[in-house]
């Protein structure tokens, strides 16, 4: 088990912000792609749940691969 110490030492290294803006810029690539797509096809209920949700883009991957109508081109 990790002591205190060493948590805090990981969280301090550049490491672990470099994981958080990559997760961040992943999460807002997405996002974007997916929000403009639901927007474009007037599904308010589905940018509705993607503008709230956050999920590491697995939410915006799901609507733009599964549940969108029409074409399903990124």
């Given at each position: 088990m990790?002591d205190?110490?060493t948590?805090?030492?990981d969280i301090?290294?550049?490491g672990?912000?470099?994981?958080?803006?990559?997760l961040?810029?992943?999460?807002?690539?997405?996002?974007?792609i997916?929000l403009?797509?639901?927007?474009?096809n007037?599904q308010?209920?589905?940018?509705?749940?993607?503008l709230?949700?956050n999920s590491?883009g697995i939410?915006p991957?799901?609507y733009?691969?599964?549940f969108?109508?029409?074409e399903?081109?990124?």
């Amino acid at each position: 088990m990790a002591d205190i110490s060493t948590l805090a030492a990981d969280i301090q290294s550049g490491g672990f912000l470099a994981l958080i803006i990559i997760l961040a810029l992943w999460e807002l690539i997405w996002k974007g792609i997916a929000l403009w797509k639901a927007a474009k096809n007037e599904q308010k209920y589905w940018f509705i749940a993607m503008l709230i949700i956050n999920s590491l883009g697995i939410l915006p991957i799901l609507y733009i691969f599964v549940f969108q109508k029409g074409e399903k081109r990124i």
